[in-house]
């Protein structure tokens, strides 16, 4: 962890501009809100592949689709419950069952839009994402891997859904290759294994810090692919520790602690914890005070862990 903070949503926009330059048949989509997408640059610089719709995501996922049909590579990047709560049925249909090669990416993901309340949260979007059938589901962790699941999920044929937020982001490593379904030990230990996904999890590796000062062998499995989620790393944290809490800012049901829970019941039975948001409409507030109100601060997951492994 180095301290340094990059903002997620320009480190993508720069991530896709920059492959784009070598690739025309990358286009990007808006719906009113390519500017704050990180697309400012390339819509002025490409005008002829930079397609502005207003605010009808559904609509442009529909035109993204037909785009695709044509040997186009859409990305649509916009508010993360409106390109899949709102623009589920389109998604589900439209890309998954005609198995298009779209890219859609949620911003603004789980609490970051934090003040404006449970309309704008999107706490469920891994959950009704991976449900469709061959969509790929990323939560990069940090500014590297941002950049390296950009580049991925251009090179993979077929639908994918990403997640990205909106505070600052932490350099938590130095920038390696991202495979799509790969997770990595980013700690090793014998106790407990907190497996976390997306920008959470520099709260988890602060907490397992804190844990170790406390006595405790933590193992941390970081998991930027939700769907298909890495069933080789959940058995060998599995066998080495016999315990697994998941930690993600989303609902407990359906998302990684769902997939790993899945996964864990067909590769190598322990028990585990999922932690995250209970499925209730959430309170609004700073982002710092619902991360801590729901326990998904580093004092939060500290707990939540100590009461596991003591249970």
């Known amino acids: 962890m180095t301290g340094n903070t990059r903002d997620p949503r320009k480190t993508f926009g720069v991530a896709v501009s920059e492959i784009a330059e070598n690739r025309e048949e990358i286009v990007i989509l808006s719906a009113d809100s390519g500017k704050s997408s990180g697309f400012k640059e390339f819509s002025q610089k490409h005008p002829d592949r930079y397609f502005e719709f207003g605010i009808m995501e559904q609509g442009v996922t529909g035109i993204a689709s037909g785009l695709a049909t044509t040997g186009k590579i859409p990305v649509f990047c916009a508010i993360a419950p409106f390109v899949t709560c709102r623009n589920y049925e389109m998604f589900r249909n439209d890309l998954g069952y005609?198995?298009?090669?779209v890219k859609i990416v949620g911003r603004n993901g789980g609490f970051?839009?934090?003040d404006l309340g449970a309309t704008h949260h999107s706490l469920e979007d891994f959950a009704i994402t991976r449900m469709?059938?061959?969509t790929v589901v990323l939560?990069?962790?940090?500014p590297g891997e941002i950049r390296g699941a950009v580049k991925a999920m251009l090179e993979h044929k077929g639908p994918v859904y990403m997640r990205i937020g909106n505070q600052p982001v932490e350099e938590l490593w130095e920038e390696r290759p991202f495979r799509i379904g790969e997770g990595r030990i980013l700690r090793e230990g014998t106790d407990l294994a907190l497996i976390s996904t997306g920008t959470i999890t520099a709260n988890v590796l602060k907490a397992a810090c804190e844990l170790e000062k406390r006595g405790r062998s933590v193992m941390v499995i970081g998991m930027p692919t939700v769907e298909p989620v890495d069933q080789?790393?959940?058995k060998e944290a599995a066998e080495k520790t016999g315990r697994i809490m998941t930690v993600e800012e989303h609902y407990r049901e359906g998302g990684?602690?769902?997939?790993?829970?899945?996964?864990?019941?067909?590769?190598?039975p322990v028990p585990v914890k999922r932690h995250g948001i209970p499925r209730e409409y959430a309170?609004?507030?700073?982002y710092e005070e619902l991360l801590a109100y729901y326990r998904l601060d580093t004092d939060g997951i500290v707990q939540e862990a100590e009461a596991f492994l003591n249970s």
């Not at 939560?139 to 940090?142: E, G, L, M, T």
């Not at 990684?256 to 190598?268: I, N, P, R, Y």
């Open 98 to 101: 005609m198995r298009q090669n």
């Open 112 to 114: 970051t839009y934090s």
């Open 132 to 134: 469709i059938p061959g």
């Open 139 to 142: 939560a990069p962790q940090d």
């Open 232 to 234: 080789a790393v959940i």
């Open 256 to 268: 990684l602690g769902t997939a790993v829970a899945e996964a864990c019941s067909q590769v190598c």
């Open 283 to 286: 309170t609004s507030g700073s």
